[in-house]
């Protein structure tokens, strides 16, 4: 059974940082991109960050670039997402995803997320 288990998130005042992670099972980890994405309220699901199956590569949504940092522990099948200088708009629940092409189709996985909120 596949399973993706988002944990980190809370309240926390603008400016400051939280670690959010995801562990995984019930998958050949290392062989799936992992990615975060995010939902606001009324809003579309977006990608926030996403790294290759071997860490080497990753990107970020612009609006996250030198705040966000992606980061994964293949040994413990858990992505991870550093988030500093947080900001009001950045307040969203957070999804872990995992995704695998294949010839022929896509797997894609998801975790049921986890709500950061930055207020003061």
């Known amino acids: 059974q596949v399973q993706l288990v988002e944990s980190g998130g809370g309240l926390v005042q603008p400016g400051g940082s939280l670690r959010l992670s995801c562990a995984t099972s019930?998958?050949?980890?290392?062989?799936?991109?992992m990615n975060w994405y995010r939902q606001a309220p009324g809003k579309e699901r977006v990608l926030v960050a996403g790294i290759t199956r071997a860490g080497g590569s990753t990107n970020y949504a612009d609006s996250v670039k030198s705040r966000f940092t992606i980061s994964r522990d293949n040994a413990k099948n858990t992505v991870y997402l550093q988030m500093n200088s947080l900001k009001p708009e950045d307040t969203a629940v957070y999804y872990c995803?995992?995704?695998?092409?294949?010839?022929?189709?896509?797997?894609?996985?998801w975790g049921q997320g986890t709500q950061v909120t930055v207020s003061s």
């Open positions: 019930g998958f050949t980890f290392s062989n799936y991109g």
């Open positions: 995803n995992a995704n695998r092409y294949i010839v022929g189709g896509t797997y894609n996985y």
